[in-house]
């Protein structure tokens, strides 16, 4: 069901972090071809705004919503209707997420570079944001929390929730995303929500939408964030610089470094958890452990073959971009997943919390064997929005910084400008830009 690979001795020494990284398992994901696919989707929405919404939506969703912009009506009666469970769990969530997200609010900073000269970096909020909930393979509820919650944490005034239309449902909601997606909105406060999916909803977030006779349906955003599948992320890299996005999140993957104090039984069970989401999902299981690996193996086929969407997760754990690395110890594991830089990585070691504190590339880490990334997916008060495709090694998940933009703001007196004049003059000259140097002296010509 899933092959192995050995990067034992002298097969890991010879190679590079480059080459490593181009060694182990990935899901092959082409965004340039998608390019191609979305280019005229997001220009069809530019051109003819809530008409070519309707008509998107007809084609790739099988729903021609009425209206685009879910009513305030249909969000209270999902609320309503929510099963009280479900309800209790989103609460819960939200107070973990908030609890969380709240302690990364950032405050102004003040530093007196001279006398009567300071800088202070100014913290401000994007004055509004489009947040994506994919809504095709797997309705995902739980990312509207994680979406909304570091924003409103960061104080953006202005939140607009995009997720397609599903064709299953039914009475009050024909028409409007998953009923689950439009109550954790009302929960959260959230009134603006359309009925909108795929590139097109991140092209109606760059250029915003209007009726034929005029009115306004939405409004541009400044940044757009949240998952989706390749062509949400396609539409992301196309409309980038118009809008500023948070990643380019691609197929979810999860990465298991373990030695033989693991229990095989937890190991598989968290790599089928995300094999779960999507045929390109990535399982990967980093060992030092012969038998772990072994007993692993075993515990796949027999949970895979129980669990409700055994198909989907065979095809997962069967492809290209999942497996099983076997190392010579946990150093050198530890250099496999740092160049691997996983969405999520799982430490199940002895030390476990000392083998994670030397981790420098992942998107979020889980300690030991009672940290699972299902955690992290729902409750755990993380970000489950996180970078992928080995991106970790340069970008982090979303969080309330995503959100902030720093402003230096400079503010210097006569004389600590003058103190400092002849530094800027020097350096204008230098730089062959005497006119930068002028605009200092000029304030001293009289």
Not at 239 to 261: V, Y
């Amino acid at each position: 069901m899933i092959t192995r690979t050995s990067l034992r001795g002298s097969a890991l020494a010879s190679l590079d972090a480059r080459a490593l990284r181009d060694t182990l398992p990935r899901a092959a994901f082409d965004v340039e071809t998608a390019l191609d696919v979305v280019r005229p989707i997001c220009e069809q929405v530019r051109h003819h705004g809530a008409d070519a919404l309707r008509d998107l939506s007809e084609k790739f969703d099988g729903v021609r919503p009425d209206a685009l912009r879910v009513p305030a009506e249909v969000l209270s009666a999902a609320l309503d209707q929510l099963d009280p469970d479900i309800r209790a769990a989103l609460t819960e969530a939200i107070r973990r997420a908030r609890l969380v997200h709240d302690d990364q609010r950032r405050t102004a900073t003040t530093t007196q570079v001279a006398p009567g000269g300071t800088v202070t970096e100014r913290w401000v909020p994007v004055d509004r944001v489009g947040l994506y909930v994919p809504g095709g393979v797997a309705v995902l509820a739980s990312s509207v929390v994680m979406n909304v919650v570091p924003a409103q944490a960061a104080g953006v005034e202005s939140l607009a929730v995009a997720s397609p239309p599903q064709r299953s449902n039914t009475g009050a909601f024909v028409g409007y995303p998953d009923p689950t997606i439009l109550a954790a909105c009302a929960l959260l406060g959230v009134d603006e929500v359309y009925a909108v999916g795929g590139a097109q909803a991140i092209a109606m977030f760059a250029y915003g939408a209007r009726e034929a006779d005029g009115t306004t349906v939405c409004e541009p955003v400044s940044l757009v964030t949240g998952p989706g599948n390749i062509y949400v992320v396609a539409a992301k890299r196309l409309l980038k610089g118009l809008i500023g996005i948070d990643s380019e999140a691609g197929p979810t993957e999860i990465a298991i470094l373990a030695d033989d104090s693991a229990d095989a039984e937890h190991v598989a069970a968290d790599l089928i958890s995300q094999a779960e989401h999507d045929k390109l999902a990535a399982a990967v299981l980093v060992t030092d452990s012969d038998d772990l690996a072994e007993r692993v193996e075993q515990a796949l086929e027999r949970r895979v073959a129980s669990t409700k969407h055994a198909e989907r997760i065979r095809v997962s754990l069967g492809g290209e971009q999942s497996g099983i690395v076997l190392v010579d110890d946990v150093e050198a594991g530890l250099r496999v997943v740092d160049a691997y830089a996983a969405e999520h990585l799982e430490i199940q070691t002895r030390d476990a919390s000392a083998v994670a504190a030397r981790v420098r590339n992942a998107g979020a880490i889980f300690v030991g064997a009672y940290a699972p990334v299902s955690l992290g997916d729902y409750a755990a008060g993380s970000n489950h929005v996180l970078p992928t495709g080995g991106c970790a090694c340069h970008s982090s998940g979303l969080s309330v910084q995503s959100f902030l933009r720093g402003i230096h703001v400079v503010d210097y007196t006569q004389d600590a400008l003058r103190e400092v004049a002849s530094v800027v003059t020097t350096l204008a000259q230098a730089e062959d830009l005497p006119a930068h140097g002028e605009a200092v002296t000029a304030r001293f010509e009289r």
